[in-house]
């Protein structure tokens, strides 16, 4: 069974998902947390994160697995790496190649097989599981997602960080394959006012009358 959730950046995704997770025992699976680890991967070697072919050969010689919830890049957790300011910058351009997003799906969808799983992303509840069992969108305005980013981050800018949400708002609403937009039939959920706990109440309270 699978519990899909999209959503832009900072919607509270990745918070509620792993939440939502462990109340239930289930496993859970980051999917953008892969193109992040490809970014990195390339940044790593010191290659240009912007060139699709490069990343391409990159994930073709890079194994990506899941340990305890946690991306590991060859064996490696590099889960702390993920969300830095270089990777943020440069993750939805790789994440647009809809070469190596036909990869991402395959591998998410092979890691999924017959388990139950809670799942979040950008083209989860659209492209990757649309037959999923549950699906929701999470969303929030873009002054309270930049916050909640500040709060990881402290050390970065409110207007940087402001300014670099909305440039992935645009570009996840822009690409010409996995698009961020509303499943037509996912719950939507805005987050803007909500604490963790009360967002979890919506998904639980929608799962039972589902």
Known sequence: MVIAIDGPAGSGKSTIARKIARDLGWYFLNTGSFYRAYTLAQLDRNLDPLDKDSVLETARNTLITVEDGNICINGVNVEDKLHTPLVDKYASPVSSDPRLR??????????????????????????????AEYKFYFDASPEVRAKRRLSEQPELKYEEVLEGILKRD??????????LKIAENAIYVDTTNLTI?????KVYSAMQKH
């Open 197 to 201: 706990d009360g967002v979890c109440e």
């Open 102 to 131: 036909e990869r991402v799906t395959d591998e998410v969808r092979k890691l999924a097989g017959n388990m139950n799983i809670v799942t979040e992303g950008r083209d989860t509840t659209t492209v990757i599981f649309p037959n």
């Open 170 to 179: 645009k570009n996840d609403k822009e690409k010409p394959v996995g698009a």
